[in-house]
């Protein structure tokens, strides 16, 4: 059972289990911590569990390549996804461990790519981001810390205009379609 203790500013962890060495991390969340702890316990249960180093420095550059690697062949959008992806390893952001990304860099990227970009790209980038990092905590067993997986604010896409055919365009429209018929 995993042992949750706040040292001055910040929580500790530590997960025991007989016959085998106690596993030990720090954070500022209590959140952060108690989902750690049960990731941890359930990783020893299924004998999953990954080192903690390794875990904790790898980066979202790694997620990537984990993705591209294994999810990728199976997508029938793959052209567009990895597209996408190859665009996500230029970021400067991607390289940072997961444990040192913060939500503002995502935001960072979002209003960087909204200057160059119509905000529904922007959209499906970051939604294909949270979902690789859902799919590393659920199936790979990577620890993901918590503050990640709550999105930044997706921009919105404006409204279109339904324009409604009206008799004069409908006469318009048939003459139209008469004449590429002859």
Known sequence: MATIRKRGRKWQVQVRRSGQSAVTRTFTLKSDAERWGRHCEVGIERKQLTPVRQTSAQSFADLLARYIDRELPKK?????????????LTEDWVSTPLRDLQVRDLAEYRDRRLAAVKPATVKRQLGLVYRILRLAETEWNVFVPQHLLRPVALPRIAGFAIRRLNAQNETVLLAEAAKCRN
């Open 76 to 88: 029938l959008g793959r052209i567009v996804e990895a597209a996408i992806l190859n665009r996500l």
